[in-house]
């Protein structure tokens, strides 16, 4: 681990300010930036704690919910607005990591964790586009089966690891942000981008910018939402494949879906083809098959990873059919 | 000695344990004490789902435990339990030596090649930086010698330690550095630079056989003409079966702590073979055997892993350069790059059987990985040649060598991927032929070892079958595969047979000091992995001296104790049991030159008298008895000391001896995802008599999760195009976490075996074995899908 400072901020302002001051990071919970640094993945000059910023979750008029980014992921899976009134975000959350990660793991940190490619993190022994843009990528002829097989590109196939952001993204959730230019809102499947050419750029956030609070709208009161988890054992294992899902159906068709996937590419995947397939239409199997296979046809396999695409089809259908069937 | 006494039975135990409750309680037992002796045998009562843990044969030898006044087959509580939850038990890594440094490891990123460059400036100019060893200063060393004949010898590999500039397997040691913190010295490793001139390397399994293989002659058996058999039989299966790349994952990672005193090293080790260790470095390091001291009382899991590793020598030379003590653990990424674990198999399996189930073939061949420098073959094949009875019997292990770091022993080698084939295969012809798979096992029972027609020491499994069908409910299972569904879940039982030989060393010894007070020390360099030999061989002397076990303090895991007794092969009760037995004999002897006229015991012979109640009396008279403190204040002797050598086992090469089990398992398969949940598991062992229920539970449950990873879970990620390990962390290596583990059940038949020490066979690899094959019996049942390569992950079973 390189030599680095460290310093606490008091509030957001504070933050920024000390980030912008030298090649900072910002130390949520640290659960995964700390194996980076240990790692020599990241190599910051700086670390700006900002556990102490605001960890609240607030009511908003409109019936939705203001949560700091200081949040601890136990505590907003605890949260009873959370639990009763957005169930997919509590499972999403409870389905990851382990109890220990979770108590320390901020919301703001695990929005920015980083992927588990094994490429990625062997730094002696690997070429990888993302941590050293160029180089190549190991990934792509090795071991790939937990890796994307939608919205890769040559330079990477890399996956977004976050149960809690397939969740976030399937409630349309808001990101505030705050930095040297001021404060902004970013929704929060537009936050990630995919590879591309610069695998290395993982978000739309300026150099500095800091994650505040992300903001759920309020889910419509015939909305049902839940998240199912597919992995190899049955805890502290990330997702194979993860499904949130938010449905809404009335008289047998569907009045609303929202549909997020994990694990399946770069960042939290929106699957809008399905929505649209299926919106206004019959809340039927067949239907969800329908809408899971127009979702996936763009879905490519690497050596190891094929599976996941059906693996993909069959947990959309079988939560949207659970959550059709659901009184 | 001969490991039973007389008449070639067990003996009738002649000490009952003391019952003497006004006794002064030492030491932790003291505090946290057994209940009285006659509590102890047969009321055990663990977590639920225990159930009774002896099921005593009717046909069992009269044996001691069997009339349940022993302390042999108590359910004592560790003896190092509390210190080990209070933190108290220091392990390899916790001494913190004066002027200590800290040694960070860097490894090797090709396989095969030289160093070219190798750049340690900006290292050394890094804050606390103490010391570079590579193998331009190392000091001139000899390789470690593997196992093998040398008796001493505990080697992984013979492999040159930082003596040149080659490269031999990715992940090599090539640096160590040494700093003031450990930090400090992680740090200045990671800013070493290193270039290298590769060499084509062998790294795939495929280059590995088509550079031609070679046979592994020992384990090369022909009994008839097999495959003529096979093509002839009614009912045959003929598949391949694969295993994947294991890595060793103890909870303890691979440490030592090492001081130079002048020419003298002092090694607090992470070892199972302390004297081996001390052997194993004077030789490497040129200096004699009694100049190296070396200490393991602590050890957080070694299952095969924890024998001579270069890690020690390494840190033994940067300390002797930097001369100062020096503290090396493994990161787990460095047990990964260093100490190696299963090797891939591919296993031809194949069995050829009559309509009414007997086996007219066997036949077990096929490809292990292998390095040319490794003393561990995996023999899968192994498994295969006491099993069944058979009309003809073909075994084969072919080697294919790979530039990896070499295979390790893991608890059970072989013979846990040995099995998951050669189980499957039995549960496919039972399928084949409309049999139950339990009765077609007990169909082929042998009744003399198929290979040598040796009789067997003791074999109890068709028991051990009945009673865990019984108790699994195995007639509620539906033969049919696929036919029960829950949900979105198929529900399906299957079952394996475990096997594991029997061993015991020829190196027991023991120095058993008896002092006045009534209290004894016996000191043998054996082990505790965690596995409970501490607390499993203060039972056993303390039935043998009729005492309690808080007058009984058994040091173990110093290479100055006598005894050359590795922790290996499942073998140091046995061993240690031997030894114990011996040492009581000479005790005994030695008390009597003691005896005066005015004792109880006067004119007794050795044959005529044994331990009871603290002291010794006539066996046909307890009534003429007197305490050892008596016999030692009369005689005015502090203490007395023997040192005791068991005869040599032999025992095992006058008749077949394994432990078995009937292995039973219940899995939920998700009809959606392909996702695998083990909802129920029962081991049914055979293993003779069982000295603690407790950590001998224990140890069946935890080879039977072992087993659980090995079916379902654990691979080690090996990318072949650069022999670099991919997965070298707990977070993506996965074994069984505590939610993939359901209640496990363990019952044993309670038999002792009449030809070993105390009646007692070894445990400790047992359950690894069979189980995997049961849980890959229980998904076809649950399934219909037959999987044949581990692990079973959901993407096989979609």
Redesign the interface.
């Known amino acids: 681990m390189n030599p680095l400072t460290y310093a606490r901020a008091r509030d957001a302002a504070e933050a920024v300010r000390f980030a912008g001051a030298r090649d900072a990071t910002y130390l949520g919970g640290g659960t995964n930036l700390v194996d980076l640094l240990r790692e020599g993945v990241e190599r910051p000059a700086a670390l700006v704690d900002v556990t102490g910023l605001p960890a609240t979750i607030t009511k908003r008029r409109n019936g939705g919910l203001l949560i700091g980014a200081a949040v601890r992921n136990t505590a907003l899976a605890e949260d009873r607005d959370v639990r009763t009134r957005y169930p997919v975000l509590a499972r999403a959350i409870l389905a990851g990591a382990s109890a220990q990660i979770r108590n320390m793991a901020t919301v703001g940190g695990n929005i920015l964790q980083r992927t588990r490619c094994a490429y990625f993190y062997d730094i002696d022994g690997s070429r990888c586009n993302k941590r050293t843009p160029g180089q190549g990528c190991d990934a792509i002829g090795g071991f790939n089966r937990t890796h994307a097989i939608l919205g890769a590109s040559s330079a990477c196939v890399a996956t977004h690891p976050s149960d809690m952001c397939a969740a976030l993204a399937a409630l349309d959730a808001v990101v505030h942000l705050e930095g040297a230019a001021g404060a902004r809102t970013l929704p929060l499947t537009e936050l990630h981008r995919l590879p591309g050419d610069h695998p290395e750029v993982e978000t739309l956030l300026e150099p500095g910018e800091l994650i505040t609070a992300v903001e759920l709208p309020p889910l419509a009161s015939g909305a049902r939402s839940a998240y199912r988890k597919v992995r190899d054992r049955a805890s502290y294992a990330f997702a194979l494949v993860s499904v949130a899902a938010v449905l809404e159906v009335k008289n047998g068709r569907v009045k609303d879906v929202r549909l997020a996937l994990g694990g399946v590419a770069h960042k939290p995947w929106r699957a809008r083809e399905a929505e649209n397939a299926l919106r206004g239409g019959p809340a039927t199997a067949r239907a969800f098959r329908a809408a899971a296979e127009a979702e996936l046809d763009a879905a490519t396999a690497l050596h190891d990873n094929g599976f996941k695409i059906e693996l993909a089809n069959r947990t959309i259908t079988a939560v949207l059919a659970e959550l059709a069937g659901r009184k | 000695m001969s490991n039973v006494e007389g008449s070639g039975r067990p003996t009738q135990h002649e000490g009952a344990a003391q019952q003497d409750t006004s006794l002064t309680r030492r030491g932790v037992l003291g505090i946290f004490g057994a209940a009285g002796a006659g509590a102890l045998v047969s009321t055990f009562t663990g977590p639920p789902g225990v159930g009774p843990v002896s099921l005593v044969s009717e046909a069992a030898p009269e044996v001691l435990v069997q009339r349940g006044s022993g302390w042999v087959g108590a359910a004592l509580s560790r003896i190092d339990g509390p210190l080990k939850v209070r933190g108290m038990a220091r392990f390899a890594a916790e001494f913190a030596l004066d002027d200590m440094v800290y040694a960070a490891l860097v ?1 090797s ?1 090709i396989a095969k090649g030289r160093i070219a460059t190798l750049d340690t400036g900006a290292a050394e100019a890094a ?1 606390g930086f103490v010391l570079v060893m590579t193998h331009r200063n190392a000091p001139r060393m000899q390789p470690m010698v593997p196992f093998g004949p040398n008796e001493k010898a505990a080697g992984n590999d013979n492999l040159p330690i930082m003596q040149d500039d080659r490269v031999r397997w ?1 992940g090599q040691p090539i640096a160590v550095v040494l700093a003031e913190t450990q ?1 400090q010295a ?2 200045a490793a ?1 800013l070493i630079r290193v270039t290298y001139e590769a060499e084509p390397a062998t790294t795939s399994f495929a280059q590995a056989k088509a550079n031609g293989t070679e046979g592994a002659v020992y384990f090369h058996h022909e009994i008839g003409d097999a495959e003529a058999e096979l093509a002839a039989a009614a009912v045959s299966v003929d598949a391949t079966y694969r295993t994947p790349y294991q890595n060793h994952n103890a909870i303890e990672p691979h440490a030592v702590t090492v001081a130079w005193h002048g020419d003298e090293l002092v090694v607090h080790d992470a070892s199972q073979s302390v004297v081996h260790n001390a052997w194993s470095l004077a030789h490497i390091l040129g200096i004699e055997e009694r100049q190296v001291h070396v200490t393991s009382p602590y050890v957080g899991g070694a299952f095969g892993g924890k024998f001579m590793g270069s890690h020690q020598v390494l840190a033994a030379a940067a300390a002797r350069l930097a001369g100062r003590p020096v503290r090396l653990t493994l990161s787990r990424e460095g047990v990964y790059r260093m100490v190696g674990g299963r090797a891939l198999t591919e296993q031809r399996m194949a069995i050829g059987a009559r309509r009414d189930g007997r086996f007219d073939a066997i036949i077990h061949t096929g490809t292990a990985t292998h390095t040319r420098d490794s003393p561990h073959p995996e023999a899968f094949p192994f498994v295969s040649l006491s099993a069944y009875a058979t009309g003809s019997l073909k075994t084969d292990l072919q080697w294919a060598f790979l530039d990896q770091v070499a295979n390790a022993a893991m608890r059970a080698p072989g013979e846990a991927v040995g099995s998951f084939a050669l189980e499957s295969a039995v549960d496919e012809v039972a399928v084949a032929l409309g049999m139950d798979p339990i009765e077609l096992r007990i169909r082929n029972e042998p009744k003399t070892d198929p290979l040598n027609g040796a009789e067997f020491s003791s074999r109890n499994v068709v028991k051990a079958w009945r009673d865990g069908a019984e108790r699994f409910g195995w007639a509620k299972r539906n033969p049919i595969p696929g036919a029960v569904r829950k949900g ?1 879940w198929l529900v399906g039982m299957g079952c394996g047979t475990a096997s594991h030989i029997y061993n015991r060393e020829n190196g027991g010894a023991a120095r058993l000091t008896l002092t006045s007070d009534g209290t004894v020390t016996v000191d043998i360099a054996t082990h505790d992995a965690g596995m409970g030999t501490e607390t499993a061989q203060t039972q056993i002397i303390a039935e043998n001296l009729a005492l309690h076990p808080d007058q009984v303090e058994f040091r173990l895991a110093d290479s100055a104790m006598p005894g050359l007794v590795a922790g290996r092969g499942s073998s140091q009760t046995t061993t240690v049991a031997a030894t114990v037995v011996e040492a009581k004999k000479m005790l005994v002897a030695e008390l009597l030159t003691l005896i005066r006229a005015d004792s109880p015991l006067a004119g007794l012979t050795a044959q005529q008298v044994g331990p009871r109640n603290a002291g010794l009396a006539k066996l046909d008279d307890p009534t003429r008895h007197e305490t050892y403190t008596a016999i030692l204040t009369r005689a005015k002797r502090d203490k007395v000391t023997v040192e005791a050598s068991p005869d040599e086992p032999t025992e095992m090469n006058e008749r077949s001896m394994h432990s078995y089990g009937a292995m039973f398992c219940e899995v939920r398969v998700n009809a ?4 695998t ?1 083990v909802s129920r598991m029962l081991g049914s062992m055979d293993c003779g008599r069982v000295i603690n229920p407790k950590t001998a539970a224990s140890q069946f449950r935890g080879g039977m999760i072992m087993a659980m990873g090995l079916a ?2 654990e691979h080690t ?1 090996y ?1 072949e ?2 022999g ?1 390990i ?2 070298p962390s707990l ?2 290596y ?1 074994i ?5 583990v359901p209640e496990i059940d363990v019952i044993w038949t309670g038999i002792p075996d009449p030809h070993a020490p105390m009646g007692a066979r070894g445990i400790g690899e047992l359950s690894v074995t069979g189980t995997a094959a049961a849980i890959a019996n229980a998904i076809y049942n649950a399934t219909g899908k037959r999987i044949r390569e581990l692990p079973i ?3 096989k079973l ?1």
């Open positions: 490894f990123t804050p990715n930090e992680d740090h990671s979105e959606v995802t392909g996702e949940r379902l879970t990620h990318d195009r650069t670099r991919m997965n977070a993506e996965h069984p976490v505590h939610l993939d992950t959901l993407d979609m």
